[in-house]
């Protein structure tokens, strides 16, 4: 057989052998999953070349155009708005919220506040504790009005310096009400009350809860304003309180009373540090408008020193993962350069995303964990690819067979990351978070890939032609002669050592795993270059007369063990045989019915965690203030605003009935109960026509001292000339008794509030701010997960039907479904409730399986004949060791995480560790051990379509004397 040029001997040598045919699939479907498979194959090993031939170019230009984009930090901007990033983007709450506040403006309430009960703009709140005794003692109840009139004549000066500098006090920027003094909280008048009848050796008034009366006869709700109560019974008056809420609002339009605002909420809380400073008997806790955006980003800055002991504990691990004892076949550099690859393609992500405008957020955080996963498990396999290939050969072939066996398994893995995270940042999710985190994470995956291809593989070019040119691993430097290096120091032997000229002289190298490129001696042959050698190699003929390339076999891998590392030299002389004996096996079945079980325990007690504190970082003052609220606040729901938005007819029994019946069973401030007990006293009916009803309440009631505050309350809505107005639209405010699962029991009280609503006669609507939090959260927090699997599964069946075994990819996707599963119920164990970012991590999950799992699953069903216990063997030796290296790095650089003092960090650390465990579990240990029993089978004897002729087999004897090559075929 005469050869002409190598690109056409290797053309002539790689045709695929055609597989067997799948039960239920015909051989056009086979036929075609062949093309595809070839074709992809003979694109990527022409990539390949093309990568081998321009290695300079393509490692300077990722760098160059890393750096370029990097200098646009400039536009560097933090997202501001952390509540519409962490609640549902559309939900029927935030229109609820929209109409109430068109309605009842917060700035029209003159008389009253009821904390949380309109979304504020500006304001400062502190809970103020009583380390001993109550607060209403004399001491304590005099420091808390010390504190409030230092709030109150606290001031900021705006500008800074200079002649138009002007002091801000709390009146400057304050909420007036009707009489144009600020409004405080009504605990406060009531303390004042008491401290006066004290002054006056008067008996104080009684303190009623949760709803008071003051002394000008109005009665107001303290329920959210004292804490900690302790009754006195019979008559129900409060006898101690352990704590007291303030909250002081401010107004905030424009620009300049904007900054104003920002300053006066720091100097209030730097006041705060000093009044506890000098009253330790008192414990503060503030918390602003602002302090949730400032705690949520506070975890980036917490995490810059972990992250970079991560990098640093990660480049180690690479470092010594990718070396060898033989210290020409080593390649420590490629560990750093792997982590190079990933830095880069992140700072080139960072930098579109800043020149496009967009802001960042402390969810990030979890991107280069996703980036540095999947590079990883790529530049593994690239590296576990290229120590297979012949020594003998061309660096251009070698690099050409590595992008040939590696780059279609990771495009796969590629596409479903780009899947599964462009599917969630699509318009179809409802939480902002999610989305800015899957469309950031899909950018910087599909930079990282891009990288991977050019960079990290001209990289390894360069590193190939190292090792061509018998240079040390690590210091590039010629690996001096047998009889120069005998006469240098031990240590220096040591430091030299390697068996790469002998095997080359003897013609020792393996063939690649998948029987893929020849000897082609192109000048580029191991020291010494002129060594002729010799090699025989058998190859099948098909049906058709064509030489096809034989299929890999099990004991390729056995056929150079000088090259083996620790790790592959554990996997191959015990761990493969332990894993597949015939006594472990059914260990691992139980192990996997654990695994289950526990799964299934966590999963049936997932919860949801709709509470914006759960993400900030440990030790701020949203925290303590949570703590402090929860435990002492928590007796009571927040305010519910009860809303009756359209006219009604008040004045008709049959409405004012079930009004009263709907707020029965509440805490409750109601300017319909009042009025008609307002009625009863004066023997007044409340029923009757229209303008006896709307007369009585415009004329008489509110115009009334201790009523005058319903006003606010109340829309009219104007007729004709000489007609009493409509009641247009109207409020009332419930307050429910809760116990410890607070936000569990308000999701109840919500849905079930709503569907009375479709049923009543008078049309109303509740509302609170943190109804935007629950208001179909689960449905909104699990949504781009359930699409990210639907996605999963599509592309899994259209590539069961197109390029892959169809059993791989049945495997494949029980594998992710499997580890999906796995995480959830694990993180609930672990104390991980169901919110933004342990959704990120779980549509994460997903990609992290498929990329450790994908390879071993497509290393076995590729493999023909032997036993299947062989090639999972086989497949744990080639695809198994580069998952372990991988784990091994990514557990380091996630170790450090795990110590960040933040909630957000915690979440991300134990969601992304279970991930990493579970994939670790099936790829290493479940998998091997189930694929040993279970299609697909090794065993069934292979026939050619034409029937059952037997093949034929060829001798391949082939000689290179350096300058050219010749073969002999002989039939055997």
């Known amino acids: 057989m005469q050869l002409g040029t190598a690109s056409g001997l290797s053309a002539g040598w790689e045709r695929l052998e055609r597989p067997p045919e799948a039960p239920g699939l015909g051989p056009r479907a086979a036929m075609l999953r062949q093309a595809l498979h070839a074709g992809l194959s003979a694109g990527f090993r022409a990539l390949g070349r093309l990568v081998a031939g321009q290695p300079v170019l393509l490692a300077s230009a990722p760098a160059l155009l890393a750096v370029l984009l990097g200098a646009s930090f400039s536009r560097y901007r933090v997202e501001e708005d952390v509540r519409g990033l962490l609640a549902p983007k559309h939900s029927l709450a935030k229109m609820e919220g929209n109409l109430v506040g068109s309605l009842f403006p917060i700035n029209h309430s003159k008389h009253a506040l009821y904390s949380d009960l309109q979304t504020p703009g500006r304001y400062g709140r502190v809970i103020v504790v009583a380390r001993r005794g109550s607060l209403l003692e004399p001491p304590n109840l005099d420091a808390v009005l010390k504190l409030h009139r230092l709030i109150y004549q606290m001031q900021v000066t705006m500008p800074a310096s200079g002649p138009n500098s002007f002091n801000y006090s709390f009146s400057h920027l304050c909420l007036p009400d009707d009489k144009n003094a600020c409004m405080v909280d009504d605990v406060i008048r009531a303390m004042e009350e008491i401290r006066s009848a004290r002054a006056a050796n008067r008996s104080a008034p009684a303190l009623r809860y949760p709803i008071t009366r003051l002394a000008d006869g109005r009665r107001a709700y303290i329920g959210h304003q004292l804490g900690g109560v302790q009754m006195a019974a019979p008559e129900g008056a409060v006898r101690s309180a352990r704590a007291l809420q303030l909250t002081y609002y401010l107004q905030a339009r424009g620009g300049l009373m904007e900054g104003v605002a920002g300053q006066w909420e720091a100097a209030f809380c730097g006041e705060l540090r000093r009044f506890a400073a000098l009253h330790p008997q008192l414990g503060l806790y503030p918390a602003t408008s602002s302090s949730l955006r400032s705690d949520f980003q506070l975890s980036s800055v917490l995490a810059r020193r972990p992250l970079l002991a991560s990098l640093a504990l990660c480049g180690t691990l690479a470092v010594l993962c990718c070396s060898m004892r033989d210290c020409v076949r080593s390649k420590p550099w490629l560990g750093m350069l792997a982590l190079l690859t990933v830095a880069l393609a992140g700072l080139t992500a960072a930098g579109i995303l800043n020149l496009s405008g967009c802001t960042y957020n402390s969810t990030y955080l979890g991107i280069p964990f996703v ?14 690819s290229w120590r297979r290939t012949r020594e003998d050969q061309h660096v251009k072939e070698r690099v ?9 398994r990771f495009s796969g893995s590629t596409a479903l990351h780009l899947l599964t995270l462009g599917l969630a940042a699509s318009p179809l999710t409802n939480m902002e978070a999610v989305r800015l985190f899957c469309r950031t994470a899909a950018l910087a995956v599909a930079v990282s890939y891009a990288y991977m291809l050019s960079f990290y593989s001209s990289c390894l070019v360069l590193t190939g032609y190292l090792e061509t040119g018998y240079r040390h691993g690590c210091f590039c430097r010629r690996v001096p002669k047998q009889d120069r290096l005998d006469s240098k120091p031990a240590w220096y032997r040591c430091l030299m050592y390697t068996r790469y000229q002998d095997e080359a002289q003897t013609g020792g190298g393996t063939p690649h795993g998948h029987g893929l490129g020849l000897g082609l001696g192109l000048g580029h042959a191991p020291h010494p270059a002129d060594a002729a050698h010799a090699r025989a190699c058998v190859r099948p003929r098909a049906a058709d007369g064509h030489l096809a390339s034989a299929p890999a076999r099990p004991h390729d891998s056995d056929a150079r063990p000088q090259d083996s590392h620790l790790l592959l030299g554990c996997v191959r002389r015990c761990y493969g045989d332990w894993i597949t004996n015939t006594y472990v096996k059914p260990f691992v079945v139980l192990l996997y019915l654990v695994y289950v079980s526990f799964a299934l325990m966590g999963f049936l007690q997932v919860s949801q965690g709709s509470d914006p504190s759960a993400l900030v970082a440990m030790d701020t003052a949203t925290v303590s203030y949570a703590r402090a609220q929860q435990r002492y606040f928590s007796s009571y729901s927040p305010v519910i605003g009860f809303y009756i938005y359209e006219s009604a007819p008040y004045w008709n029994a049959t409405v004012q009935r079930d009004l009263l019946e709907y707020a029965k069973g509440f805490q409750r401030i109601s300017w319909l109960e009042a009025y008609l007990a307002y009625l009863a006293e004066r023997n007044q009916s409340g029923g009757g026509s229209r303008h006896n009803f709307t007369h009585a309440l415009r004329h008489g009631f509110l115009r009334q001292p201790q009523f005058a505050h319903f006003a606010d309350d109340i829309i009219f809505a ?61 449905a909104a927090v699990s949504s781009p997960l359930r699409h990210s699997l639907l996605a999963v599964l599509f592309l899994l069946g259209l590539s069961s039907l197109a390029v892959v075994e169809p059993l791989v990819s049945v495997w494949l996707g029980l594998t992710l479904l499997s580890v999906q599963f796995g995480v959830l119920g694990f993180m609930t164990l672990w104390g991980v409730e169901l919110d933004c970012v342990s959704v990120l991590c779980l549509i994460l999950a997903l990609g992290h399986a498929a990329d450790c799992s994908g390879p071993l699953l497509c290393g076995f069903a590729a493999g023909r004949g032997d036993s299947r216990t062989r090639w999972v063997r086989v497949a744990l030796e080639r695809h198994g060791v580069p998952s372990l290296q991988a784990f091994l790095c990514y557990g380091a650089a996630l170790a450090p995480v795990g110590s960040v003092r933040s909630n957000l960090t915690g979440t991300l650390f134990r969601c992304l560790a279970l991930t990493a465990g579970c994939s ?39 000689m290179n004397d350096g300058a050219r090559v010749v073969d002999q075929i002989t039939t055997v």
């Open 371 to 384: 980036m540095l996963g999947h590079g990883l498990f790529g530049s593994f396999e690239m590296l576990s």
């Open 920 to 958: 670790a579990l099936h790829a290493l240990a479940f998998l091997p051990a189930l694929l040993t029993f279970l299609p697909p089978s090794k065993s069934r004897a292979r026939r050619s379509p034409a029937g059952d002729a037997p093949r034929q087999e060829v001798e391949c004897v082939e």
């Open 400 to 408: 050409a067979s590595v992008f040939e066996d590696v780059m279609p």
């Open 718 to 778: 104007e007729r004709g000339a000489g007609e009493e107005p409509d009641v247009a639209a109207s409020r009332i405010f419930l307050v429910a008794k809760t116990t410890e699962n607070k936000r569990q029991e308000m999701s109840v009280l919500l849905d079930t509030l709503r569907r009375l609503s479709l049923t009543s006669r008078v049309r109303f609507l509740i509302f609170n701010p943190s109804f935007v939090y629950l208001d179909r959260y689960a």
